[in-house]
């Protein structure tokens, strides 16, 4: 067996031996979330385990929890807040007048652009016109 193959391993040395945990890291932590039929489960069996001393603690580590989880799902179940219970978005939360005032930038922003553009071009048609010596009071006369 290789020492690779070792590693998190009992070692096989006899009496005295050591474990060795795996020192491999992960790439990426991922943020973990819960469901709130799974809380509800976690804090109705941490409930049962508090009969001993003990139990809580080999509950938590049996479920990789920690015992803030407890403390922060009861305060909420107690509260009445079932939907707290839930795992919240995060980021920064937009309420209905934030995004109307952002469409609302957003539309001005266009109808800016639009109006620069169509001065531009009564600006151009406007040399056009002097180069070639149309005048607006030319063409009502003709049409008369």
């Not at 509800?40 to 990789?64: M, S, T, Y």
Request: hydrophobic share 25%.
């Amino acid at each position: 067996m290789t020492q690779k193959q070792q590693v998190g391993k009992l070692n096989e040395n006899g009496p005295g031996s050591s474990y060795r945990p795996d020192p491999e890291v992960l790439p990426k932590a991922k943020r973990r979330s819960y469901t709130t039929g799974y809380k509800l489960w976690v804090l109705e069996e941490a409930d049962k385990c508090r009969e001993q001393p003990g139990q809580i603690g080999a509950f938590l580590r049996r479920e990789g929890l920690y015992s803030s989880h407890l403390t922060t799902w009861r305060r909420q179940r107690e509260a009445g807040q079932m939907a707290g219970l839930k795992p919240r978005k995060r980021g920064r939360k937009l309420n209905e007048e934030t995004a109307e005032m952002s469409q609302l930038r957003n539309e001005n922003k266009r109808l800016t652009r639009q109006l620069a553009q169509a001065e531009l071009i009564i600006e151009a048609q406007k040399k056009l016109s002097e180069i070639l010596g149309i005048t607006l009071e030319q063409e009502k006369n003709e049409e008369r």
